[in-house]
């Protein structure tokens, strides 16, 4: 979460309810320990270098050993020049004094400037995010690997009041809580709520579904000061200083990344369409059992289409297909699919085939793909049906609830086989490698297990 003023450090409001809780204490000594980092000092070279690389000011002293860079910068913390190597040349080396010693780091550049896993604009920004890590982690490594022992991300009584604000909002109606909208009313506006309070009102949202989902942490680089929400700690450095989870927005060291527990509560604003979007990110920002496509294309299904022939064998035009995909990403749930816009409902078949086709990670799970395949190559019908089963439990659980709902579904698809001539076998072929796929995108891996797996199919339906 940001720190944008004086005003977050110190714990006071950030809306106009401030008596009413306690914020969170932000940590402040990893903070100061930045500001007082050294400053970079570029020592430029008095002389004019030939050969010197068109990226490179002049702070490059050209061909010089270890001991002349440490010559030139002896005395002055946080200066700094780049030197060719003598031995290696081509090679070229950032000279930093820090500590009251002269280190040496082999330097990169391919488009930007790196000496590890972060990439800066200019050798000027790279010394200084340099500088503030090498400062920070002298002076207080100790605490930083203590950083995660207690943290604020389970103790959230400062939310109480943005809790039961946005939870009557969420509760309000069923469309008001599946948009998790966490505006206040009236004349309170909420400026700022964090991913933190955010997740504690969903949590006391008696309508969620409680379905577990890792975050999807990414790192970030962050504008102006941020304070880790695990730990309560400042994120230092000038980029790439934590994680963002890119589903619902819950920023944190990464090295504390590794300590959050599996809740993320996914916000809508950050899910921008409905097809090709995680299964589980989906029904939890949407806050459903099961995604929307799924429900609106089999209750569609379910009250015109059962007796259609060929049901999910025929195929609809691609392009009306492609054209209820794009009215669930832009309208969601309130996509219009209904008989006076596609009257063909192998069109709303399709569409459903299509949304399975696209999901990241099927529903049948890549880790859980061989587990299916054993289990259908069992010969006794008893023990094949009670390995599916057990493979089913290890399913996550929107997956799981998807998958139960679908097979209900073509149950229901097979009781009106002598008008749409779709049997288990059939609809086996057809779900088949929809449902489920190797982790490893083999056609012809795929196509031997299918044909392995489709006559497996008739318990399971």
């Known amino acids: 979460m940001a720190a944008s003023s004086n005003s977050s450090l110190s714990g006071s409001s950030v809306s106009s309810d401030a008596e009413e809780y306690q914020p969170p204490i932000w940590k402040s000594y990893l903070y100061q320990l930045q500001?007082?980092?050294?400053?970079?000092?570029?020592i430029i070279c008095p002389r004019e270098v030939e050969n010197r690389p068109k990226?490179?000011?002049?702070?490059?002293?050209?061909?010089?050993?270890?001991?002349?860079a440490d010559e030139i910068l002896a005395g002055v913390e946080g200066a700094y020049i780049l030197r060719e190597s003598q031995r290696q040349p081509g090679c070229y080396t950032l000279a930093l004094r820090f500590g009251n010693?002269?280190?040496?780091?082999?330097?990169?550049?391919?488009?930007?400037?790196f000496v590890g896993e972060k990439r800066f604009e200019s050798i000027h920004d790279l010394v200084t995010d340099g500088l503030i890590t090498?400062?920070?982690?002298?002076?207080?490594?100790?605490?930083?690997?203590?950083?995660?022992?207690?943290?604020?991300?389970?103790?959230?009584?400062y939310a109480t009041l943005l809790r039961e604000?946005?939870?009557?909002?969420?509760?309000?109606?069923?469309?008001?809580?599946?948009?998790?909208?966490?505006?206040?009313?009236?004349?309170?506006?909420?400026?700022?709520?964090?991913?933190?309070?955010?997740?504690?009102?969903?949590?006391?949202?008696?309508?969620?579904?409680?379905y577990e989902k890792a975050h999807n942490f990414k790192v970030h680089?962050?504008?102006?000061?941020?304070?880790?929400?695990?730990?309560?700690?400042?994120?230092?450095?000038?980029?790439?200083?934590?994680v963002r989870c890119s589903d619902c927005g819950l920023n944190v060291h990464k090295q504390c990344s590794k300590y959050v527990p599996n809740d993320c509560q996914p916000d809508l604003k950050r899910i921008k369409r409905v097809?090709?979007?995680?299964?589980?990110?989906?029904?939890?920002?949407?806050?459903?059992?099961?995604?929307?496509?799924?429900?609106?294309?089999?209750r569609e299904i379910e009250a015109r289409g059962l007796k259609s022939e060929g049901l999910y064998r025929v195929s609809g035009f691609t392009e009306h297909i492609e054209d209820v995909k794009m009215a669930f990403d832009r309208d969601g749930d309130?996509?219009?699919?209904?008989?006076?816009?596609?009257?063909?409902?192998?069109?709303?078949?399709?569409?459903?085939?299509?949304?399975f086709r696209d999901l990241p990670i099927p529903v049948i799970t890549y880790d859980t793909y061989s587990k299916f395949i054993e289990a259908a190559k069992i010969s006794n019908p008893d023990e094949r049906l009670e390995a599916i089963h057990e493979v089913l439990m290890l399913l996550p659980a929107a997956h799981y609830e998807t998958l139960r709902y679908l097979m209900i579904h073509l149950k229901k698809v097979t009781l009106h086989e002598k008008e749409n001539f779709m049997n288990a076998e059939n609809l086996g072929i057809v779900f088949g490698p929809t449902l489920m796929r190797p982790p490893e995108d083999s056609t012809l891996a795929t196509l031997n297990d299918m044909r392995r797996f489709k006559h497996r199919w008739t318990p399971f339906i």
């Open 35 to 42: 500001q007082e980092a050294p400053r970079p000092k570029r």
């Open 55 to 68: 990226y490179y000011g002049r702070e490059f002293h050209g061909i010089i050993s270890r001991e002349q």
């Open 101 to 113: 010693q002269t280190l040496n780091y082999r330097l990169f550049y391919d488009g930007k400037h």
């Open 134 to 157: 090498l400062y920070i982690e002298t002076k207080a490594s100790e605490y930083i690997s203590k950083m995660t022992t207690n943290p604020i991300y389970e103790h959230i009584g």
């Open 165 to 210: 604000k946005v939870s009557r909002r969420l509760s309000r109606t069923k469309n008001e809580s599946r948009k998790a909208s966490v505006t206040s009313e009236e004349n309170t506006p909420v400026e700022k709520i964090t991913s933190l309070v955010r997740r504690a009102a969903l949590t006391q949202n008696d309508n969620h579904f409680n």
């Open 221 to 242: 680089t962050f504008r102006g000061p941020h304070w880790c929400e695990y730990c309560a700690n400042f994120m230092w450095g000038l980029i790439a200083q934590g």
């Open 275 to 298: 097809y090709c979007c995680d299964l589980t990110t989906l029904v939890k920002a949407h806050n459903t059992q099961r995604p929307m496509v799924v429900d609106s294309c089999i």
């Open 334 to 355: 309130k996509a219009d699919i209904s008989a006076s816009i596609y009257p063909d409902i192998n069109i709303i078949a399709g569409a459903l085939k299509l949304y």
